[in-house]
């Protein structure tokens, strides 16, 4: 079995990093920054992250079949051209709620795009972490990304048997995919939000964006929006 090794490709600290998605036909690793309110994009060549920012917070992005991405972003579904750096809403859900907004997105195999207002969490472990961002490999079993507790965990969804943990240098690991050529590569986004001087300055990398290899398995393409 390869040996795991963890780097930190995306050093430009979020305030909040979520939703890792691997753009195969531009090369380069999709991600958000919630509260910083910016969407990125690392590419592996020149390895520099390029950033759109946005007029409210982000915390979702999806590839979009016919091109480009679409995000949600405050309680709105938008269109974003990457190029162009536009943002164009599609829909709007919950203009009467001024304190809410979409905490999640994903798309599913219809094409479909779920996206879920801020909610309840339950722990996965006692005191320890909260279940953030997850992913599935190709061998059915579910990656998630502890919040609070710095590692990607690797389970058994049918057992919730824990195959494999993945620790990381900075606590506020948030989520993961995978992606590269050929999908062996995973991607995990941080956080640095709430982290005082003295927490920071043990980890520097709080916010960063992490690519692990040598995990021994792939993961699926992400779906994208069918509209």
């Known amino acids: 079995m390869s040996s795991v090794r963890i780097e930190c490709v995306a050093k430009e600290g979020c305030r909040i990093g979520e939703s890792p998605v691997w753009d195969e036909k531009e090369n380069a690793l999709l991600y958000v920054d919630i509260t910083g ?3 990125c994009r690392w590419s592996p060549v020149t390895k520099q992250a390029q ?3 946005v007029d409210a917070p982000v ?3 999806a590839l979009r079949q016919s091109g480009d991405y679409v995000i949600t972003l405050g309680t709105r579904f938008a269109a974003l051209k990457w190029k162009e750096e536009l943002v164009t809403t599609i829909t709007q859900v919950d203009e009467d709620k001024s304190n809410t907004r979409f905490n ?7 094409g479909r795009y779920f996206a879920g207002n ?3 969490i339950y722990k996965l ?13 190709t061998e059915g079993k579910l990656w998630v990304a502890c919040y ?15 195959l494999q943990t993945v620790k990381l240098p900075v606590d506020k690991t948030t989520s ?5 050529k050929d999908y062996s590569e995973m991607y995990v986004t941080s956080a640095s939000d709430g982290m005082d001087k003295e927490w920071l300055s043990r980890q520097p990398q709080a916010g960063g964006v992490f690519k692990i290899t040598g995990l021994g398995v792939k993961g699926l393409p992400p779906h994208p929006f069918a509209g």
């Open 37 to 39: 309110r910016k969407v």
């Open 51 to 53: 950033a759109i920012p």
């Open 59 to 61: 915390s979702s992005v």
């Open 104 to 110: 999640d997105g994903k798309v599913d195999p219809a």
């Open 118 to 120: 801020r909610r309840s």
């Open 125 to 137: 472990e006692k005191e320890e972490s909260i279940p953030d961002g997850m992913c599935i490999d």
């Open 148 to 162: 609070d507790g710095g590692r990607v965990i690797r389970l058994d969804p049918e057992t919730g048997k824990r």
């Open 176 to 180: 993961c995919c995978f992606g590269g």
